[in-house]
């Protein structure tokens, strides 16, 4: 959308199906939609942890951004002070911190390369691996299953869960697989294994 106030209107319009928790301006201006405990329709069909519909078991958070420019600081730093404030509220695990890109890679590309997630765990509300190359060997099947583990969905193919895995902790990284890639998704899978009943945000 143009603008946080053009998307507050549609998130608000019946006819357009589509609604989320929270949405969040560049300026740090924060508007709630939806009680936390009530179903928001912002994910649509999507899988964390080997479950599907993510929209009964999620706080969905939408962030005025094109995708293209990086997110500014009032818009960062009220979003860390929510996820806090939600992760309190609902005991949500770090590893329950998500973008709409981990579960439904083939489907949506948000919040994109430009996201510092780096940054958000950093303010202790993500996670942030920190891996090993040392005999990270690229191996195709080896990546998926330690994918499962963390939470991706890996039935929609090893393409979009490697383009998703480096969307949020690789962003600029190109070319073909690598041994840094495996290194990445099996520390992730050893210390972050996905608690397949925990509600997300």
Request: aromatic share 8%; hydrophobic share 40%.
């Amino acid at each position: 959308m143009a603008s946080a106030e053009a998307a507050l209107d549609r998130l608000c319009s019946p006819e357009h199906e589509v609604s989320c928790h929270y949405l969040i301006a560049q300026d740090g201006a924060l508007w709630q939609m939806v009680e936390e405990d009530r179903r928001a329709w912002h994910a649509g069909q999507g899988d964390w942890g080997g479950r599907g519909d993510v929209n009964s078991r999620s706080i969905g958070i939408e962030l005025d951004n094109s995708g293209l420019v990086p997110f500014t600081e009032p818009q960062m730093a009220a979003l860390t002070t929510l996820i806090s404030d939600i992760r309190g509220r609902w005991s949500i695990p770090l590893h329950g911190v998500i973008g709409h890109s981990d579960f439904a890679p083939l489907r949506k590309s948000d919040p994109g390369r430009r996201f510092d997630w780096r940054r958000l765990a950093r303010e202790g509300q993500a996670v942030w691996p920190d891996p090993n190359d040392e005999g990270a060997q690229p191996r195709e099947e080896a990546f998926l299953g330690a994918a499962r583990i963390f939470g991706y969905p890996v039935g929609e193919g090893f393409g979009a869960v490697l383009d998703a895995m480096r969307q949020r902790f690789r962003p600029w990284a190109r070319g073909p697989f690598d041994g840094r890639d495996m290194a990445i998704i099996r520390d992730l899978a050893d210390r972050f294994p996905v608690d397949r009943g925990a509600p997300a945000a």
